[in-house]
């Protein structure tokens, strides 16, 4: 009997002891061990700074099919996004992409509207780091940018000091 007392307390102490661990987890179910397939983290300018990003969906399926991301049509419903600029063919030695905001500003958004920008023929390249900067190229007649009418699912996930 004495022996039958012992084992039911024992499997009432791993039961506490199991019911403390969930509520200490906040209860949250078993969602199984992270997988350990790595995701590509991609280098952008802001304010001629790099930031760090991901790319987890987006609204083009053959972009998603290249990247090897998520295609969701519904991101390309998604309106007054801020702007991730690309550019397209001819460009200056280390080119990143550049955002149009960051973390920490007002408008920050991870969802991004895509624009393509392109070199006039005849224009030497330069190194572009921020978007004010595209701009000042565009009024000057030596860049043209161009709605690529897609959304990027492009989180920032480092900041990048100024330097």
Request: aromatic share 8%.
């Amino acid at each position: 009997m004495r022996r039958i007392v012992l084992v039911l307390f024992g499997f009432g102490l791993v039961a506490a002891a199991a019911g403390i661990a969930a509520a200490a987890s906040g209860g949250l179910p078993n969602i199984g061990k992270p997988s350990m397939k790595t995701q590509p983290v991609y280098k952008g300018y802001y304010d001629h700074h790099i930031d760090t990003y991901l790319i987890t969906d987006v609204s083009s399926k053959s972009q998603a099919q290249a990247l090897h991301v998520n295609f969701s049509r519904e991101l390309k419903a998604v309106k007054g996004l801020p702007e991730q600029y690309f550019v397209k063919g001819r460009a200056a030695k280390g080119q990143l992409t550049i955002f149009g905001s960051q973390p920490g500003e007002a408008d920050y958004n991870p969802l991004w509207e895509e624009v393509w920008l392109t070199w006039k023929s005849g224009v030497k390249p330069v190194l572009i780091g921020q978007d004010d900067q595209i701009d000042a190229l565009e009024k000057k007649g030596k860049l043209t940018e161009k709605d690529a009418h897609i959304v990027l699912n492009a989180p920032i996930l480092t900041v990048g000091k100024s330097g």
